[in-house]
């Protein structure tokens, strides 16, 4: 058992930078094996979407079309943590972003392929 906790929301203009962290600890005295790890927003009035994971095993790193070249999420394996930069913010950015980690054998874009989530940090883009 884990526990996501983020912080780094907050407000900017169009054009803008944020950068989230969300940190992992376990809650047991056993290392639970994470397979990947990820970021997920939800705009008001929308379903949760995916924004980013990377792989904990090859490093690999996907992200959807949506933040690409603006978005970069990096893990920091020593202090089990994972950052997202978000660079050239737009008002669709606009979110509640959740941080996201996988003990499960099958890492993607979806939420059941995700059995931690964080509480959420609020991100608001305005012109």
């Known amino acids: 058992q884990v526990q996501l906790v983020e912080s780094g929301g907050g407000s900017a203009q169009v054009g803008g930078s944020l950068t989230l962290s969300c940190v992992l600890s376990e809650l047991t005295e056993y290392t639970t094996d994470i397979k990947c790890m990820g970021w997920f927003r939800q705009a008001p009035g929308k379903e949760r979407e995916w924004v980013s994971h990377i792989s904990t095993s090859s490093g690999r790193i996907f992200s959807d079309a949506s933040v690409k070249g603006r978005f970069t999420i990096t893990r920091d394996r020593n202090k089990n943590a994972l950052s997202l930069q978000m660079n050239s913010l737009k008002p669709e950015d606009t979110a509640t972003y959740y941080c996201?980690?996988?003990?499960?054998?099958?890492?993607?874009?979806?939420?059941?392929?995700?059995?931690?989530w964080g509480q959420g940090t609020q991100v608001t883009v305005s012109l």
């Open positions: 996201a980690a996988s003990s499960r054998d099958i890492c993607g874009g979806r939420d059941s392929h995700y059995n931690y």
